[in-house]
């Protein structure tokens, strides 16, 4: 008796695994419907920076959708009679000052919360967590009675503290959880070379937190840059006053000078759109490496 031998089946290749022969998401749809949804949305987000540099560089009455030909009188205007000089450098004195010591007090505070068992750290963490919800303008009347009785009112310190006590809790946790992710093993091996915890800390660990830092530092900087609230409050002189609140001044009851507006508006985005150019790359690392717990 002859048995007949069914054919053995055919082979399936597997797909080729590769950067070319794996088939992504994005693939599966037709490329307009992502570029599209995407140049619209560029569009959307170009088109208030092309008017803002319309009006600061056509000249003044002009009503042309392109500005030639250029000038640069606005920003002359605004630099010289409207003191923008003037605010530039406070500007830059509150953001380097809140920057300093937001990253030093957070720093102290996030090694305790990383490094140390306490009773209370569950409960000081939930109120820490608490103060995010809190907006800043509730915080004005207390703080100015404090700098009034302290007779700080009118004072570049009375920003700068007002700035990192609204900064310290988010920075506080940011710079707890990229510390826990730094091995306690590393800080051990140090204090048995002879190292104690702070020289330990200074050697081991804080080259590790740059990312963390740059993230923490920046974030403080900015903020304090933008804001408005506490400087409108407890400054009173003219040439003690920031960038944003100097743009108020451009803004009147009966006219808003456009031209002078759109230029102090570049001067007061430059320095930051600078800073986020250079640090990016950290400031991506450090922020997401500070929301991972260890």
Same mark, same amino acid.
């Given at each position: 008796?002859?048995?007949?031998?069914?054919?053995?089946? $055919?082979?399936?290749?597997?797909?080729?695994?590769?950067?070319?022969?794996?088939?992504?998401?994005?693939?599966?749809?037709?490329?307009?419907?992502?570029? &599209?949804?995407?140049?619209?949305? +560029?569009?959307?987000?170009?088109?208030?920076?092309?008017?803002?540099?319309?009006?600061?560089?056509?000249?003044?009455?002009?009503?042309? #959708?392109?500005?030639?030909?250029? @000038?640069?009188?606005?920003?002359?205007?605004?630099?010289? $009679?409207?003191?923008?000089? @003037?605010?530039?450098?406070? /500007? &830059?004195?509150?953001?380097? /000052?809140? +920057?300093?010591?937001?990253?030093?007090?957070?720093?102290?505070?996030?090694?305790? +919360?990383?490094?140390?068992?306490?009773?209370?750290?569950? @409960?000081?963490? #939930?109120?820490?967590?608490? @103060?995010?919800? !809190?907006?800043?303008?509730?915080? +004005?009347?207390?703080? %100015?009675?404090?700098?009034?009785?302290?007779?700080?009112?009118?004072?570049?310190?009375?920003?700068?503290?007002?700035?990192? !006590?609204?900064?310290?809790?988010?920075?506080?946790?940011?710079?707890?959880?990229?510390?826990?992710?730094?091995?306690?093993?590393?800080?051990?091996?140090?204090?048995?070379?002879?190292?104690?915890?702070?020289?330990?800390?200074?050697?081991?660990?804080?080259? #590790?937190?740059?990312?963390?830092?740059?993230? &923490?530092?920046?974030?403080?900087?900015?903020?304090?840059?933008?804001? %408005?609230?506490?400087?409108?409050?407890?400054?009173?002189?003219?040439?003690?006053?920031?960038?944003?609140?100097?743009?108020?001044?451009?803004?009147?009851?009966? /006219? !808003?000078?456009?031209?002078?507006?759109?230029?102090?508006?570049?001067?007061?985005?430059?320095?930051?759109?600078?800073?986020?150019?250079?640090?990016?790359?950290?400031?991506?690392?450090?922020?997401?490496?500070?929301? &991972?717990?260890?």
């Amino acid at each position: 008796m002859i048995t007949e031998i069914a054919p053995a089946p $055919e082979r399936v290749e597997p797909p080729p695994v590769g950067p070319r022969g794996r088939r992504r998401a994005w693939d599966e749809a037709p490329r307009w419907q992502i570029y &599209v949804p995407l140049s619209i949305y +560029l569009v959307f987000t170009l088109i208030p920076f092309y008017w803002i540099l319309l009006f600061a560089l056509r000249p003044a009455g002009s009503t042309s #959708l392109v500005s030639w030909p250029m @000038t640069f009188e606005h920003f002359e205007k605004v630099w010289n $009679e409207r003191a923008f000089g @003037t605010y530039f450098q406070n /500007s &830059v004195l509150v953001g380097v /000052s809140t +920057l300093v010591m937001t990253t030093l007090v957070a720093l102290a505070g996030g090694y305790a +919360l990383a490094r140390f068992d306490f009773r209370i750290k569950r @409960t000081f963490m #939930l109120a820490l967590l608490c @103060t995010q919800f !809190v907006p800043g303008a509730l915080l +004005l009347v207390p703080l %100015f009675e404090i700098f009034a009785n302290l007779r700080m009112i009118n004072s570049l310190s009375s920003v700068v503290i007002a700035e990192t !006590v609204f900064q310290l809790p988010l920075s506080m946790i940011l710079i707890s959880g990229f510390i826990r992710n730094v091995p306690y093993s590393l800080e051990e091996a140090a204090w048995v070379d002879g190292c104690n915890r702070f020289t330990a800390f200074r050697i081991v660990v804080l080259p #590790l937190l740059r990312p963390g830092l740059i993230a &923490v530092g920046s974030f403080a900087f900015v903020h304090a840059w933008n804001h %408005f609230l506490f400087a409108l409050m407890f400054l009173s002189d003219q040439g003690k006053q920031t960038i944003p609140v100097g743009l108020n001044t451009l803004m009147s009851a009966d /006219s !808003v000078d456009l031209g002078a507006l759109a230029a102090g508006g570049i001067i007061a985005a430059v320095p930051v759109v600078i800073v986020f150019a250079f640090i990016q790359k950290w400031l991506i690392t450090g922020f997401s490496a500070g929301a &991972v717990k260890g």
